[in-house]
Each structure stands twice: as structure tokens, then as C-alpha cells.
């Protein structure tokens, strides 16, 4: 039996995508499971190398020519068949979910910079940002839990990443630190912790525990990382915002929240999928009309998971 959308999750999905045919595609593929997405990890070996090495026992293609690290797994596979493989127990390709490398395309790491991934664990974007960098510069990766942080740690060990300080601290707690400080940082990637309503295809569970209080609690806390991040970034720095839920609350409603309390500026993105426009309102709330350069990922329009991101530039340094 198929899991079904609770009742207000619905009516809120079917108001996000008021026409009918769109919804009736979402609410298609959301009991689909993803495609098989891999990042070939650079740090370990070329993508001309582990392509050859992949084809020989599966049929794998390089679906966008400015990005040829994101391969596609055309064939079909056993469970656990791609984390088993040696070429993945070696670090030779992270296994990630093309919406999930998005936000990295868009913060576009150099080597040298000074980077800060808020919210580290499991580490697919940090080891993607040290493989930009090509072990280059220093990334601060922070996380709050021990057994994520074990998880972090295996992760950049695999793949041969170098350049990594792991640091254990509550994200408030953490950026107010260093907002005291003249330490600042280069480019933020602050991928929050969300209600997770784009992973409807790869996590069932998400069905069940979806709660609209669920979602105004961490819609506050959002702001709260949002604006103690901002603390902790160079003038003219960039901070990608970024989540893996529809929720505009949790979403448009945060950059706008930014908008309108610091010296910040929204800038066009370029993606290898399709993108939405941000919203810029829901229900009884009005965003403004920047909002639009802000991008909305739906499964239906990629035959991908969901997801939102949002480039961010500092105007001014915030005290």
C-alpha cells in the first residue's frame, strides 16, 4: 500500500501547484524512487577514468557537458548495489541526489577561499565543495551531534579531503563566536535543517511525520541561523540558502526575512535543471519581488527530488 499525502499537505502542495495536470504529475512521481545520481570525486580520480571503469559493469552516462562530475546511472541495480561497489568504498564517487549538489554549483568554491558549511553531515556537500576547491583553502564544517559527526568524519576521510576543520557546536552558538571576531568567511553554504518535503521519493517516513507545527518551528529557527550566518561573512561574500522542502515558510519566507533585516542582494542563478521563480507570496504574506530570482525545484519538472536554493550577496559587513 502506497503512503498518501496527510489531508493540509495536500491542499497546501495543490496551492503551490494550483494546476491540476502539474499536481496530478507531482503526486505521480513522488511514489517513484529517484534516479541513481553519482559525483564523481575528483580529489580520487578524473571523470574520464571512473567512467571507464563504471561502464564496464554498468551503462552510465554524463547527463550535463559543463558538469561532467554528475553521472547517471542508467542501469538497473541491485539494493545497496551502488555503496557496495569498491569504486564507492575507495572514494572514487560520492552518491547524491542531483538536487543535492545544487547548491554547491551555485556557491562555486575557488581554491584559497575561506568556507563555511553550516550544516556539514552527512558531508556530501562539504566533500563537494573540497573537490571545487581541490583541497585548497580551508572549509570549516560544523555540525552539532556526535553520531553525525562520525558520519562526517568517514565521509571526508573516503574521499580524501584535506582541507576540512570539523567543528562540533550549535549553529547559533557557533556563528555568534565568530561574528565577534575579524574571522569571516569567504562563502556560506547554510543548508538547513527543513521539514524535508522534497524527499518524498527517497524517504517514505516523510509522509507520516510532515506537521505544520513542524514547519513554523523550524521556519523560526531558520531566521535565526539566517541571521547569525550573515554575522559571519565577508563584505560582498556570497550565502547560499538552501533546503529539501516546498515549504514557503521555510523557504521564501527566510530570504525574505533577510531582505528586509540585512544589507543583502539576491542574484540570478544558472542551473543544469529546471527551475521555478521564487514565490513572492503565500496566503496572507507578500515577499518581494526579488524573491522571483530565488529557484523552486519540483520532481515533476526534473524527474529529480524537490528542492529550493537562494544566492545571497553581503552588501555590508553586519556587527
Given at each position: 500500500m502506497k503512503p498518501e499525502m496527510k489531508p493540509l499537505?495536500?491542499?497546501?502542495?495543490?496551492?503551490?501547484?494550483?494546476?491540476?495536470?502539474?499536481?496530478?504529475k507531482f503526486e505521480k512521481i513522488i511514489h517513484i524512487s529517484p534516479r541513481n545520481f553519482i559525483r564523481c570525486n575528483t580529489l580520487k580520480n578524473s571523470t574520464q577514468d571512473l567512467l571507464h571503469r563504471l561502464n564496464k559493469k554498468w551503462s552510465v552516462s554524463q547527463p550535463f557537458p559543463s558538469y561532467p562530475e554528475i553521472m547517471l546511472i542508467e542501469s538497473d541495480l541491485l539494493p545497496g548495489e551502488l555503496g557496495n561497489a569498491i569504486e564507492h568504498v575507495m572514494g572514487y564517487y560520492y552518491v547524491q541526489e542531483i538536487s543535492s549538489m545544487l547548491p554547491v554549483l551555485v556557491l562555486d568554491p575557488k581554491p584559497e577561499e575561506l568556507i563555511l558549511d553550516l550544516f556539514a553531515s552527512p558531508g556530501s556537500k562539504t566533500t563537494q565543495i573540497a573537490a571545487r576547491m581541490e583541497n585548497k583553502g580551508t572549509i570549516i564544517a560544523n555540525e552539532l551531534k556526535m553520531n553525525r559527526i562520525i558520519v562526517l568524519a568517514s565521509n571526508l576521510e573516503r574521499c580524501g579531503v584535506t582541507n576540512t576543520i570539523v567543528s562540533r557546536k550549535d549553529a547559533v552558538?557557533?556563528?555568534?563566536?565568530?561574528?565577534?571576531?575579524?574571522?569571516?568567511?569567504?562563502?556560506?553554504?547554510?543548508?538547513?535543517?527543513?521539514?524535508?518535503?522534497?524527499?518524498?521519493?527517497?524517504?517514505?517516513?516523510?509522509?507520516e511525520t510532515w506537521n505544520h507545527k513542524v514547519v513554523d518551528k523550524l521556519s523560526r529557527q531558520q531566521k535565526k541561523f539566517m541571521a547569525m550566518a550573515l554575522k559571519c561573512l565577508k563584505k560582498s561574500g556570497t550565502l547560499i540558502y538552501s533546503t529539501c522542502t516546498h515549504a514557503p515558510e521555510e523557504n521564501e519566507e527566510i530570504v525574505n526575512f533577510a531582505l528586509k533585516n540585512f544589507p543583502v542582494k539576491i542574484e540570478s542563478i544558472e542551473l543544469p535543471l529546471n527551475c521555478r521563480p521564487g514565490l513572492t507570496s503565500w496566503k496572507e504574506d507578500s515577499f518581494s519581488p526579488e524573491l522571483k530570482k530565488a529557484c523552486r525545484i519540483y520532481p515533476q519538472d526534473n524527474d529529480s527530488e524537490g528542492f529550493f536554493l537562494c544566492k545571497m550577496t553581503l552588501l555590508e559587513e553586519v556587527k
Open positions: 499537505f495536500k491542499e497546501r502542495m495543490q496551492n503551490l501547484l494550483p494546476n491540476k495536470e502539474d499536481f496530478e552558538a557557533f556563528c555568534s563566536r565568530f561574528s565577534n571576531t575579524q574571522f569571516k568567511f569567504d562563502k556560506i553554504l547554510l543548508d538547513a535543517p527543513c521539514s524535508g518535503e522534497g524527499t518524498l521519493r527517497s524517504s517514505s517516513k516523510t509522509f
